[in-house]
């Protein structure tokens, strides 16, 4: 039922227009959002905000001053389905909100807000134990360092700390999450470019271990992740430039060699 619900509020929000909807639904997300509120009801409040923010957008965008705050604090709640509803929320925001009425994209009008609560999602002891955690937190990473939307300033004073934690969910994480990883390092290359380069040296290790293990085993699972590394190895590649790619070029060759003739 509650599903269900769920998805008639995404339909009801694209056809009753931004502003009706975002009134109709703004006290179900004030109420969950308040001081008090059970874990159902916050859970419940940012769902909401998650299937109301493609059709209610527009409106969205003149109420993210106070809204942005109240759901980034739901990164460290105690509950973890909370918590797992405030990052899918957060990578919906990324996706689907326009550029802002002065034309800045959400990446540069709340990359401070945000990068900081992925990071801390990331690297919370508390959420080691939920996976799905760890993975739509990292998916947030991919949907927010998207090319044309983000840049490498916004990314830059958050880059270490946002890389070292993605390259420990790379040598432990279940393997979706190694996969969710490997895109979101693949991504923030892409955005970041050259600043990307002082952390190449350790990320071609840790490529080529779980490229070695996808090459000896034959699970479709580990296929995909292969299949995702090589991606992500050529996509920074191209991101750091031809000299420093060049002493490991034939490592990514081989490695395409020998996944495309395992699968």
């Known amino acids: 039922m509650a599903e269900a619900a769920l998805f008639a509020l995404d339909r009801l929000s694209q056809a009753a227009g931004a502003k ?4 109709r639904c703004e006290p179900l997300l004030l109420g969950g959002f308040q001081d008090g509120a059970d874990w159902a009801r916050r859970q419940g409040a940012l769902l909401t905000l998650y299937m109301i923010a493609k059709g209610c957008d527009t409106a969205l965008q003149f109420h993210l001053p106070e809204l942005l705050p109240l759901l980034i604090s739901f990164v460290r709640d105690p509950h973890p389905r909370v918590r797992y ?3 899918v929320c957060l990578t919906r925001l990324c996706d689907d909100l326009p550029n802002e009425p002065d034309g800045r994209p959400f990446q540069k009008q709340y990359g401070g807000i945000v990068l900081p609560a992925v990071i801390i ?3 919370d002891p ?4 939920y996976p799905r955690i760890l993975a739509s937190a ?8 998207v090319p044309n939307k983000c840049t490498p300033k916004v990314l830059k004073p958050y880059l270490e700390p946002l890389l070292r ?6 040598d432990t994480a279940a393997l979706f999450v190694n996969e969710e990883s490997m895109t979101a390092v693949a991504m923030v290359a892409a955005v970041a470019e050259e600043a990307f380069r002082p952390f190449f040296a350790t990320f071609v290790p840790i490529v080529k271990m ?5 090459t000896r085993d034959s699970d479709r699972t580990m296929c995909l992740l292969g299949m995702k590394a090589l991606e992500a190895f050529a996509m920074i590649g191209d991101a750091v430039g031809r000299e420093a790619f060049r002493k490991t070029r034939m490592t990514f060759c081989n490695s395409f060699q020998a996944v495309t003739r395992r699968y």
């Open 20 to 23: 009706a909807m975002y009134k």
């Open 85 to 87: 509803a405030c990052q």
């Open 121 to 123: 999602s990331l690297t």
């Open 126 to 129: 508390g959420n080691q134990a």
């Open 138 to 145: 990292a998916l947030a990473v991919s949907s927010f360092a």
């Open 165 to 170: 934690s993605l390259f420990h969910l790379l």
């Open 210 to 214: 779980l490229l070695s293990e996808a």
